[in-house]
């Protein structure tokens, strides 16, 4: 008696133990939203309070627009739903949100990576494409919110890749020029390195920590060397000679110390303050550096150039959120009023002067005002024109972890470049075949 | 559970004071006759009526979802029409196929975590159990200034795992402390054996407290007369400690031993912040079923999920069958660590999961 008792008490703390890790993916698969058959265009309707998701706001300037809303529609106020600040998590609870069909959010503030997911799965809503000034917008931004050809999501705020470069010693070396191309980069550094105070300084890095950040960082370098990831109808295309050149800069750098050892443990801030520490002669980073820099031991002695490539300018990958309404969601008629609001010129130069977020709208950027600021906005517009977006597919997820473990096997020397590339082609196959 | 069957001296008693609770009955008159049969039933139905509220919770909290992770694993991942460029609504049933597949084509990544999380298993508890029993010596030892020792090997135990994993994350930074004091520059964090070495210190430091803790109150219950006796016999101090020390502590050390053990299986938290998501050398198969989760195959990740709970579950039951580990035995001090035993996983888990 007593041992079947005791057995059946261990049972059940295995069981609770194992049984709520359990719940926690056993979201079940049951019926669909419905069918919304072939996503016809949705008609707007109801009006009444709604809710916008986005990750935490740390610069306290999302609740000002959305003060700024609800002043003026007092019978459909919005609510600011803050979640988590890295952007896996907040995926994690909008797909969550979806599963369960709840109409807890309206408006989610999505990853430019996460439209196609989002949309083939029919969590997010098709939306009128002629109700936003998209033309006056950048088109590499405008495009990661499409799918198949239809807007799913309008850009908020887009971000793209910069090259920071010390000013005081490239001078002092006697280059006058941000190198445009890999090997004037490479020389420029040869260069610098001369110097008695460059001693003991690497020459570049970027992200290369096996995350995100890798994917990014990989996608730049191909697309620098005329390579593609993606072809335009969203077939693999990396086993390419390109593709290999741009791949194998980054090898050649780890191995040849052009890049520092330990960029392979880099995330946007280990290389940030490996930058301001005065370890770096040049950095791949976000807009974001340039006004945390000002305020470090090198002010005024860096400045930005667009990306470098192969043969002449590089192509950077696009950063930024765009805004999609849930498909389960109330008082949509409300939400796309929201949307347009949130998304408008006015409201992007608030964002870019308080927050300094890259907005989506051209002009801005030629604004001189603005630039006085900003001084990096001129490059930064370059870098987002030039921009290529992260493969559009559904699998983004399985496609970025399949990118980060060749690419990781290949600049950490397991694999040569050609055959990681190779490998990655086969394994991108499977995974958009479907 | 509570015994449904009674201990017979107890059932004399037992229909007085049933009937006396129900007012307007006259005591039973054949009371006298059959006492034994009307009293176990009486007491029995009052039992199941008692433990029916708890029974229904864990069916509620503990079989509902295990039973429903269990139907979810014998799912597939929707698939994409390639026509609509939608995902289709239902997923497919595809019986044990999630099951087999870690025998094929999911094999590698799957095998993979499995030996990782034995791995982290093995090689931290054991570390911890001696590093542990040394600290609860010390901590059980009078000295000036105990209390300050005591608290401060308590203080890794007391902070959250997220927050020591993103505290040993800058320790092992590329130029960070760790590699300062070895004077020689590791990647503890890039993926490799280094990243495997840096989870089972973190680890370690976090929870050797744990064992030392539940070993010193095994210790402090051992009589002194005992060691008084030991030392007239002219036993040496490591004699009294393999003699006496070890087997009268081992109940309290099982328990322990046990408890780190199903943690470290579902180990999570630690090695997903420290080393970062998909990290071959350090991927348990927590890790492997919260990833395929996020990738929307819930089909997989149950089915990993399904697994992982075997593989607690085999290990639990090995140490009470053959280690004796005394969780759930008859004394009344054990009965009051079984509760503990059943909600303190139940809460790591949650924030594992959260």
């Known amino acids: ?122 969590w997010i809503e098709p939306l009128p494409a002629n109700q936003f000034p998209l033309g006056k917008m950048l088109q590499p931004v405008v495009q990661t919110g499409q799918y198949r050809g239809k807007l799913y999501a309008v850009p908020a705020s887009s971000n793209g890749g910069l090259l920071f470069y010390r000013t005081d010693l490239l001078k002092k070396a006697g280059v006058t020029q941000p190198p445009g191309t890999w090997a004037q980069m490479t020389a420029d550094c040869a260069k610098v390195q001369k110097l008695p105070e460059a001693k003991n300084m690497s020459c570049y890095a970027g992200q290369f920590q096996k995350y995100e950040g890798l994917t990014v960082n990989f996608a730049e370098a191909v697309n620098s060397a005329g390579g593609q990831i993606t072809d335009a109808g969203g077939k693999p ?104 609001f949130f998304t408008s010129e006015e409201s992007a130069t608030y964002f870019l002067k308080n927050a300094s977020l890259a907005p989506p709208y051209a002009d801005l950027y030629d604004n001189a005002s603005l630039d006085k600021q900003y001084p990096y906005l001129p490059d930064l517009k370059q870098s987002i024109t030039k921009a290529v977006p992260r493969p559009r597919v559904v699998q983004y997820g399985d496609v970025t972890a399949a990118i980060q473990n060749e690419v990781y096997a290949a600049l950490t020397g397991k694999k040569s470049s050609a055959q990681a590339l190779k490998d990655l082609q086969t394994d991108l196959q499977k995974l958009t075949a479907q | 559970m509570a015994d449904t069957a009674i201990p017979p001296d107890t059932a004399p008693y037992a229909p007085g004071s049933g009937a006396a609770r129900r007012p307007g009955r006259p005591p039973a008159p054949e009371r006298p006759r059959r006492p034994r049969v009307r009293a176990t039933a009486g007491t029995g139905r009052l039992a199941a009526i008692l433990v029916s509220p708890t029974l229904l919770v864990l069916t509620i909290v503990v079989l509902y979802p295990t039973l429903m992770a269990l139907d979810e694993s014998l799912y597939g991942p929707k698939g994409l029409d390639p026509k609509t460029g939608f995902i289709s609504n239902t997923e497919p049933f595809v019986g044990l196929k999630n099951y087999t597949d870690i025998f094929t084509q999911a094999g590698d990544r799957f095998w993979n975590a499995f030996w990782n999380t034995t791995f982290f298993t093995v090689v931290t508890v054991s570390l911890e159990t001696l590093i542990g029993v040394a600290m609860a010596l010390i901590m059980h030892r009078a000295f000036r200034g105990r209390a300050v020792v005591r608290a401060s090997i308590l203080v890794p135990w007391a902070i959250p795992t997220a927050i020591s994993g993103l505290l040993w994350k800058w320790i092992f930074n590329a130029d960070g402390i760790a590699n300062v004091l070895l004077g020689h520059q590791v990647l503890w964090t890039a993926d490799g054996f280094s990243a495997k070495i840096a989870v089972v210190i973190a680890d370690v430091w976090k929870t050797a407290p744990f064992i030392g803790l539940l070993v010193l109150a095994g210790l402090q219950v051992i009589p002194k007369e005992v060691y008084e006796a030991a030392r007239l016999d002219g036993a040496s101090a490591l004699q009294q400690f393999w003699r006496i020390t070890l087997p009268l502590v081992k109940p309290a050390l099982l328990v322990a031993v046990l408890f780190r053990c199903l943690d470290a299986l579902r180990m999570f938290d630690l090695p997903y912040i420290l080393i970062g998501a998909q990290k071959g050398s350090v991927e348990t198969l927590s890790m492997l079923a919260q990833n395929e989760a996020s990738n929307v195959r819930f089909g997989p990740a149950s089915a990993y999920a399904v697994l992982l709970f075997l593989y607690v579950f085999l290990i639990a039951l090995a140490f009470v069958r053959l280690l004796g580990a005394d969780l759930i035995g008859g004394a009344g001090g054990t009965k009051k660590r079984k509760s503990h035993a059943v909600g303190v996983p139940r809460r790591r888990v949650r924030e594992v999961t959260a």
């Open chain 1, 1 to 122: 008696m007593k041992t079947s008792t005791a057995r059946a008490i261990q049972c059940s703390a295995a069981l609770a133990a194992a049984g709520l890790l359990l719940t926690a993916c056993g979201s079940s698969g049951g019926s669909g939203s419905g069918q919304s058959a072939q996503a016809a265009p949705v008609s707007f309707k109801g009006r009444g309070p709604i809710t916008y998701v986005a990750g935490k706001d740390t610069t306290g300037t999302v609740q000002t627009i959305i003060n700024r809303w609800n002043k003026a529609h007092p019978k459909e106020k919005v609510t600011f739903i803050q979640l988590p600040t890295d952007a896996d998590s907040q995926r994690q609870q909008m797909i969550q949100n979806a599963e369960t069909k709840s109409d807890a959010y309206t408006v989610l503030a999505t990853d430019v990576v996460w439209t196609s997911e989002f949309a083939a799965h029919q």
């Open chain 1, 237 to 340: 295309d990396v086993d390419t000679p390109q593709a290999k050149k741009g791949l194998d800069f980054l090898v050649r750098s780890f191995k040849d110390k052009t890049i520092p050892k330990e960029a392979i443990t880099y995330q946007e801030e280990d290389g940030r303050q490996a930058f301001q520490a005065g370890k770096l002669i040049f950095l791949r980073n976000w807009p974001y550096v340039y006004s945390l820099a000002q305020k470090s031991a090198i002010k005024g002695k860096f400045a930005v150039a667009p990306l470098p490539g192969l043969n002449g300018p590089g192509a950077s990958s696009l950063g930024g959120s765009n805004l999609a309404l849930s498909s389960f969601a109330k008082n949509k008629a409300t939400a796309l009023d929201f949307m347009k």
